[in-house]
């Protein structure tokens, strides 16, 4: 017997409500262009195909999400997160100023 994935019509989740992109980011704050970006990255909750040209989320996994998002910001030191997320980038004269004034002070 092969193992089956659930999928969001299974009777596993009889209550699953899906979001349209529009939805998604009115309860992310978010902007279209960006839940698209994260999702290409796994960084955000995959979407589905609902119809042609429509996308899909499941609604218990963007505010999964969003909760994961919240614990982790009230342990995080934001300061070293954001010289980590300018790091990603091509943002050196942005740390360098971070870092002088962490210096300085």
Do not use: C
């Not at 963007?62 to 934001?78: G, N, Q």
């Not at 980590?84 to 100023?97: P, V």
């Amino acid at each position: 017997m092969q193992n089956k994935t659930p999928t969001v019509t299974d009777p596993l989740y009889p209550d699953e409500r899906l979001l349209r992109i529009r939805d998604v980011a009115t309860r992310t704050g978010l902007k279209q262009h960006q839940i698209l970006a994260l999702s290409a990255i796994s960084d955000f909750p995959a979407s589905a195909v609902a119809a042609r040209d429509t996308l899909v989320w499941s609604e218990r996994e963007v505010l999964a999400w969003i909760a994961e998002r919240l614990k982790t910001r009230d342990h995080a030191d934001r300061r070293i997160n954001f010289i980590e997320y300018l790091r990603g980038g091509y943002y050196q004269n942005e740390i360098d100023a971070i870092e002088n004034k962490k210096v300085s002070r």
